[in-house]
């Protein structure tokens, strides 16, 4: 591993944040597809804010794989497509990993394959005018994985406000997931090629690619030579490997840049997306997963189907090897917590973690000793502590004037607090102005 | 599958930081041990009595405290620590009902009555030490010298400190130069020390140490448990600070303060004038660094910032100083951290004030 900071010098913001030194060694390869699953229970609500789509199909009903099974309900809904070719069997309300109520497509395989195993079309997507790809876009249901909003929906946002820097965001900034790294490194062409018809819609004044600082020399060189052929001009950024860098506001600060709202953050993994809906004429029904951490015989990363249960692909990675102390889907600091192992894949799964107790160090929740760490990796300035205690004792209105709509909920002070205070829960409840448990 | 998950509702994040409150405890417990030990060493079973009695009052008084919280909390190590530290400050051969009860008391009323752990606004600690000495003002004050000085138990002798304070030599000597003048006691070991680091070092730098400082350092004196060790103390500071356990802005600050007003206006000793205050002396007796780095630096009860820090610290050690200078006891560094202690919730919103104002003043 070669240290691209030698050539541009690494960025990183400016204050707080949890260093992430170690990570958990991963074995690059070639990513393999999951096994289809035999039952693919598909969500129709990817994040909470997410609106539901509209159902197209019913009970009983033969299903080809890529059919349109639930339609875009407007603004802040997106199409949903059959991961697999086989018959409903149920459409019903479950409650999510992330706590909200979604309804669930449940699909049976059977059938045969129209996507898997054929050679993908390629059209010349350069002939296709905007409206073209815009529909293609929107048609296939394609999402941005890190935030679960429809992709269509924020790249109309970006054509209508002119002169922002489009982001390749390929950081990874937890000690697990490794799958936009990979991605970067297997996949350059794809990748550029989503970047391309990204900002052959929205134009944006610049193009970075964000990437870790250890990145090989290999990969970047790799990249830079499909970045010429691209005709596109992307500059090579590299970041510092210090949680929470991955967030729009912390990139804005590395980068000097006053407003956050001028960064338009996609990740590779959506890139291949929309390079895949375009070019190849697939929705969005794969997602690339990594499947990790210590309780996991061989991690890997998978490119698992929409709607197929975690323990699958759990199973497939080998299954556990310890005993798992918490199962997390997404990533180990913003994730959140599977009630079991049929918990499905949705669009922004984009990490299944078994976490052992030596990786989750809990402990019981004491009082706060008031040892001032989550002050000093508060990545936007704040005191969580005194925000935990204004939020405790009910005065919500004044701990919203300490900070508390600034709170991005990366989980910093959460992680170094020594008495295990739930302190990013409690401000997530109370940014959502719910009712406290 | 079956799932074998056990942790379901807890929240993110789902992976921590090792530090862990009672962690910190046992660790910062454990950097004692040497005090402990060395203590024991020179002065005997007397020594050992102390700690044994305190340790055994925090432990019977936190399982006390647990049963009326109705919570176990003896794990989180605080009880344990707060044993050890109240032990340190008493000094060797004092009745043993003193730690027991001062103990109890820190444990009980200051720390318990409180609400527990982080719910004190005074270090438990200080308060059981503050009780100690309001109560037993004269038996907190019987110092003996050490067995390996004295070569029996139980010689009493005052500090080095007071004994000095009550010198009234001429101005023209230092004031250890003064304290051999007077007959203070010396160990060989010092001697010995002292001389191999003339010759070796300081002759040829035309400089002389003056006998007594290596008795200061490694407990040779008369003093309290926790004064006996004084590089004990330093390592276990660069343990702590090292692992991030304590805010060090605040024993920095303090002891900064503390040696600048020393240096500059003398702690009233023979051969101190302005400007030509005997730092190392100041320093290495007292009480103070142990104070520095085990006490003031108390998270519970020590302000959270930066900027809190080390106004907090600074004011501790000045308050030292004075204390030291000007007060009738040398011992002031406790009541210094106690007086700031209780200052806390005010220096934090004076400084949220100043902040905000600054704050206003770069938006407009």
């Given at each position: 591993m070669d240290r691209v900071g030698c050539m541009i010098r690494a960025r990183g913001f400016k204050r707080g944040g949890v260093p992430v030194p170690h990570r958990v060694p991963f074995k690059s390869g070639p990513i393999e597809n999951a096994f289809l699953p035999k039952n693919a229970v598909v969500m129709l609500k990817d994040t909470r804010d997410a609106v539901e789509p509209l159902p197209v199909v019913y009970v009983g009903q033969e299903v080809r794989e890529s059919q349109l099974i639930a339609k875009s309900a407007g603004r802040g809904s997106s199409n949903v497509h059959s991961p697999i070719p086989g018959i409903v069997r149920r459409i019903e309300s479950t409650r999510t990993p992330g706590g909200f109520e979604s309804r669930a497509i449940l699909i049976s395989l059977e059938g045969s394959f129209s996507v898997l195993g054929k050679r993908p079309e390629r059209y010349l997507w350069k002939s296709l005018n905007k409206a073209d790809i815009a529909h293609i876009v929107q048609e296939k249901g394609i999402v941005r994985i890190s935030t679960g909003e429809p992709l269509a929906e924020i790249l109309a946002e970006r054509v209508a406000r002119p002169g922002f820097i489009l982001v390749i965001s390929a950081l990874e900034m937890d000690p697990y997931r490794r799958t936009e790294e990979e991605l970067l490194a297997i996949r350059p062409e794809d990748i550029i090629d989503g970047c391309a018809i990204a900002a052959r819609m929205t134009l944006p004044s610049r193009i970075l690619l964000a990437v870790d600082e250890q990145i090989s020399a290999a990969t970047v060189d790799r990249l830079q030579t499909v970045i010429a052929a691209s005709e596109l001009e992307i500059a090579i950024q590299p970041f510092k490997r210090r949680f929470p860098q991955d967030l729009i506001r912390q990139m804005a600060e590395a980068l000097d840049i006053a407003d956050p709202g001028t960064l338009f953050l996609l990740e590779p993994g959506t890139l291949i997306a929309l390079h895949e809906a375009v070019v190849?004429?697939?929705?969005?029904?794969e997602q690339y997963v990594y499947v990790g951490g210590g309780a996991i015989k061989h991690p890997a990363i998978l490119k698992a189907r929409i709607g197929a249960p975690i323990g699958d692909l759990i199973e497939e990675c080998g299954g556990f090897s310890g005993h798992p102390d918490t199962i997390v889907i997404g990533g180990p600091l913003r994730g959140r917590a599977a009630a079991d192992l049929d918990v499905s894949v949705t669009r922004t799964t984009r990490a299944v973690l078994a976490l052992t107790a030596e990786e989750t160090k809990s402990a019981p929740e004491r009082g706060c000793v008031r040892c001032g760490d989550c002050l000093a990796v508060c990545p936007e300035g704040l005191d969580p502590h005194a925000i935990f205690k204004l939020l405790r004792a009910g005065r919500r209105a004044e701990a919203v004037v300490a900070g508390l709509d600034r709170c991005s909920l990366c989980g910093s002070c959460a992680y170094v607090c020594r008495s295990r205070i739930p302190l990013v829960q409690k401000f997530d409840v109370a940014k959502r102005n719910e009712e406290l448990l | 599958m079956k799932s074998t998950v056990t942790n379901l509702n807890s929240g993110p994040p789902y992976i921590h930081d090792w530090r862990t409150s009672a962690r910190a405890a046992w660790i910062c417990s454990l950097t004692l041990l040497p005090i402990v030990v060395w203590s024991s060493f020179i002065y005997g079973h007397t020594a050992v009595a102390v700690w044994g009695v305190a340790l055994a009052s925090s432990l019977i008084a936190e399982a006390i405290a647990s049963g009326l919280l109705r919570r176990w909390t003896l794990g989180d190590g605080s009880a344990v620590l707060t044993g050890l530290l109240v032990a340190a400050t008493m000094p060797p051969g004092i009745p043993l009902y003193i730690p027991a009860v001062s103990v109890a008391f820190a444990i009980l009323i200051v720390k318990t009555a409180f609400g527990g752990l982080g719910a004190n606004w005074m270090n438990p600690a200080l308060g059981g030490v503050a009780f100690a000495y309001a109560n037993w003002p004269v038996a907190m004050r019987e110092y003996v010298l050490p067995r390996l000085v004295s070569g029996v138990d139980g010689v009493s002798a005052s500090t080095p400190l007071l004994f000095a304070k009550g010198l009234t030599g001429?101005?023209?000597?230092?004031v250890m130069d003064a304290l051999r003048g007077s007959a203070y006691p010396l160990s060989d070991i010092d001697s010995m020390l002292t001389g191999l680091m003339n010759d070796q070092f300081f002759s040829r730098l035309g400089a002389r140490l003056p006998d007594g400082y290596f008795d200061l350092v490694i407990g040779l004196k008369p003093g309290t448990l926790g004064e006996s060790a004084l590089l004990a103390v330093l390592a276990g500071s660069v343990v702590l600070i090292g692992l991030r356990l304590i805010k060090p802005l605040i024993p920095m600050s303090m002891l900064f303060v503390f040696a600048v007003l020393v240096r500059v206006f003398g702690t009233g000793l023979p051969g101190e004038a302005f400007l030509t205050g005997d730092v190392l002396f100041a320093l290495s007796g007292g009480g103070i660094m142990f104070a520095a780095f085990y006490m003031a630096s108390d998270p519970v009860s020590s302000p959270l910032g930066r900027l809190n820090s080390i106004v907090y610290g600074a004011a501790i050690g000045a308050l030292s100083f004075i204390f030291r200078r000007w007060g009738s006891y040398s011992e002031g560094v406790t009541y210094a951290v106690l007086v700031m202690n209780v200052m806390v919730p005010f220096i934090e919103k004076s400084t949220l004030m100043v902040t905000r104002a600054r704050g206003k003043v770069r938006v407009a």
């Open positions: 190849a004429n697939k929705p969005h029904i | 001429g101005l023209d000597i230092r």
